[in-house]
């Protein structure tokens, strides 16, 4: 598609259970980002994919969260044991560059509920 | 570090204008970005300033004062589906230009 997609939408899940949400950007970006949102909270950096290296990872909360990127392209960030604190709306973004004029086009996010 | 502050709600009548304010102190400055996002919705983007002055767009138009550390996103001839989160962003200079946003800022706008 022409967007960044992210699947699933929603998510609810036991706590203690793993969880893994999917990201697929504009084809050809190269950058791909993941954030996290709660509610009445800005935006929380996780992560950063240049190509299929993650050359800053130092915004993941704890070692339960994991984070990979194949192929350039689709990425998948595995929550393990999730915890009621990781109840939020995790989005990816995509750009084509990291510099200049280089905006982020954001996915829909997945709205993950621990219960 | 980077640290963003920008009014946590704001109110304006249709047809209005609104300045929506964003004040950040950064170790280095690539550029600032204000995006718009509904809720439940991703946020778009809207702008983009990394020169001081007046970037106009229509409706919209963002500015930048690079030694205040200030911007403003001003809202023309507002319309109800104005209503949303407005979110500043400021990307840094050097190491993975990975942008930090502001907690956003909540616009009403009401009959």
């Known amino acids: 598609g022409a967007g960044v997609s992210q699947s699933p939408s929603n998510k609810v899940t036991e706590k203690g259970k793993d969880v893994e949400l999917r990201c697929d950007p504009i084809?050809?970006?190269?950058?791909l980002y993941w954030y996290r949102q709660s509610l009445g909270q800005g935006l929380e950096f996780l992560i950063y994919?240049?190509?299929?290296?993650?050359?800053?990872k130092s915004g993941l909360p704890s070692d339960r969260f994991s984070a990979e990127r194949t192929g350039g392209s689709v990425s998948t960030l595995t929550i393990q044991r999730t915890q009621q604190e990781d109840s939020a709306v995790y989005l990816c973004?995509?750009?084509?560059?990291?510099?200049?004029?280089?905006?982020?086009?954001f996915g829909n996010g997945t709205r993950l509920t621990v219960t | 570090g980077q640290n963003i502050d920008q009014p946590t709600e704001m109110t304006a009548t249709e047809g209005a204008i609104v300045q929506i304010n964003c004040t950040y102190q950064?170790?280095?400055?690539?550029?600032l970005f204000w995006y718009q996002q509904h809720a439940g919705e991703a946020p778009t983007f809207l702008s983009y300033?990394?020169?001081?002055g007046l970037e106009e767009k229509g409706r919209f138009s963002s500015f930048l004062s690079r030694s205040k550390g200030y911007s403003y996103l001003l809202l023309k001839e507002l319309q109800m589906k104005d209503s949303a989160s407005y979110l500043c962003?400021?990307?840094?200079?050097?190491?993975?230009?990975?942008?930090?946003f502001g907690r956003g800022t909540s616009l009403i706008v009401h009959p």
């Open positions: 300033n990394v020169l001081d």
């Open positions: 084809s050809g970006h190269t950058a």
């Open positions: 950064t170790s280095g400055f690539n550029g």
């Open positions: 994919f240049q190509g299929n290296s993650a050359p800053d």
């Open positions: 962003a400021v990307r840094p200079s050097g190491g993975s230009y990975i942008p930090t």
């Open positions: 973004a995509s750009s084509n560059g990291t510099g200049g004029l280089s905006p982020l086009h």
